[in-house]
């Protein structure tokens, strides 16, 4: 197949707007909203399709100048796993630059698997890249959701098992879940407005990649009084650290 058939193939998926969780369509205002367990668990079951062994999803970071993906959810919830930590630090940043501007799903390896080199090779309508976390292999797809948000799915594993025509199925449940993430728990929204201006833009200099250090740094307070300004933040976004708190933010649109 042809990459302008494969793509176009992959863009019909898309129009369809297929949903796994209910028959509403992505633009839909009473798509189900979702908690963070319940994406964790469709995450993982797309997990289990593929034969994936880990997986993580991200918001891009609103700063221009900063290319970064910010961590919402992994395997390891409510913990965060290595892999991610890597994915979110300097690696991303060309991943990134290619999701905001492109859907086209890329893949690397880096852990001395043939077998995971010969699967995603084999794959059209997608490219290599380098890797996002040292010493594994994986595919990421760029997704994007309502208000600009845009971010990533990735699913880690050596032994991933990945057909041509389940690729784009795939993808689109990926689209699925970022957008249901994208809207979660819109009650949220109340609580959040007694979030106070020096909180959020401690929230902002963090989704912009910048250490409880630079942000005292910055605003010209003492590292002691920027964490809690980071710690009072979380807790009032019901948020297990403060990577989900900044993803919160995000999609209820608190910091752009």
Known sequence: MKHADVKE?????????RNPFGAFSLGSETHHAVTIPDAVRRCRWIAVDINAAAFGLFFVSPSPERARLVPCLDSDYP???IATKFISGANGEEIVRHTRISTEPRW???????????TFRNLAWTEQMAPLA?????????????RGQCGLVVFLGSEIILPQDALYEIHAR????FAAVARIRPSDAGRARSISKRE???????????????IARLLK??????NQYLTQSTQKLNAVNRNQAVAKALRLGLIE
């Open 174 to 177: 990926c689209f699925s879940l």
């Open 134 to 146: 040292p010493g594994t292999s994986g595919i990421a797809f760029p997704v994007h959701a309502d």
């Open 200 to 214: 959020l833009e401690c929230l902002k200099l963090t989704a912009n990649g910048n250490t409880s250090e630079e």
């Open 9 to 17: 193939a992959a863009e019909a998926l898309f129009n369809e707007q």
């Open 221 to 226: 307070l003492s590292v002691h009084t920027a």
């Open 79 to 81: 913990g965060v796993a």
């Open 108 to 118: 690397w390896t880096d852990d001395g698997v043939a077998a995971a080199a010969e």
